[in-house]
């Protein structure tokens, strides 16, 4: 492939953009190429070369670069009748009642502009209603580039794992490895009645895919429930991703007190929500004390699209197809790595899917019983104690092998996967069983 036109653009970007890109996941090396246009499950970048797409804006595209008919002329028409107003629409009521009347832990809806701006208001909600300062997340976890939420390190101590945070930001953020029970009722046995809330990601999805192992919802949802305590889930990546119009919590049967929500709620503009039972999202000014406000929230184009996405997918086989190609590829996926690179571990669920380039595996990775369509955390299967559990047990895998071979011979062949090891990858409904199959012979070749 040739690449020229985006090097051009890239030693143009490096002048008057720092590192030439506006989000860190888009440095590839050598330098990224610059997307010119979007065609079903398709980009085309500055060259002409052609990608099968499944960054899909890291989640938000759930139908691809081509938008049903009755999404594009809801984006039109509300574009065309005004930019936005500083004041109420009627279809930002008809997108939370959506929202509400779809998702198990929703009542109330606040939307905001971005996932970020969803999980710093969840936080500083947690605190406002509950008059506590701790909040407990996950490691490995990510909730945006938020002060309270950017820490390293273990339940015994938390530091900034940025510069330009204060130390005193982390002290009130205690992480924990995921699905480690005795971490979280250590944590609880210790602080609990100081904890606001525990904020979680129902699957590490900015980690390699990581579900959870059966029980551990739960737990997080008594010892939550035991100290007055929030349960906040994270649905950005995951909401009307996994589990459908239901999200991940209707998948796995566990519902928060609150959640936030990104990507797919607003049909692939800039949008985060807040959800939840009405007593504490009524806390949100001007109904409660707890102050949140936002020039752009509730954009009329970001509600249409977002409502115009949802109400398409209720109407239509949007996830039944999805989900198959996504198993379908997983399963693929599986039965080359078996072959070729049997430590590695398929993962992911619904139309969400990633290969962890893990260095261990079982003697014998064709064992009746082994996970066929991605790990599921199923503690019978031969690979169980293979299968990346926390987000450390990702950042152990071959990291650099992923970023610097495999994701280069990948593009290569004309297929566009996230740059890195740890960012989710998605199917949309603009893909296909050919689409699927190319993509299989080229992991063969890639791997």
Known sequence: MNHDESRGLYDRALSVIPGGVN????????????????DGAHVVDADGNRYIDYVNGYGPLLYGHDLPEPVQSAIQSHAAEGPMYGAPTEIEVDLAEFVARHVPSVEMVRFVNSGTEATVSAVRLARGYTGRDKIVVMQGGYHGAQESTLVEGGPDGAEPSSPGIPSAFAEHTIPVPFNDVDAIEAVFEEHGDDIAAVLTEPILGNTGIVLPVDGYLERLRELTAAHDSLLIFDEVITGFRVGGLQCAQGKFGVTPDVTTFGKIVGGGFPVGAIGGKSEIIEQFTPAGEVFQSGTFSGHPVTMAAGYETLKYAAENDVYEHVNRLGERLRRGTAEICADQAPSYTVVGTDSMFKTVFTREGPADADEEGVCDAGCRQRDSCARYEYCPKTGADVADAETERWERIFWQEMKERGIFLTANQFESQFVSYAH????????????????
């Open 23 to 38: 989000s860190s996941v888009r440095a590839t090396r050598p330098y990224p190429f610059f997307v010119q246009r979007g």
């Open 432 to 447: 296909t069983d050919e689409d699927i199959e190319r993509t299989l012979e080229a992991y063969k070749e890639a791997l």
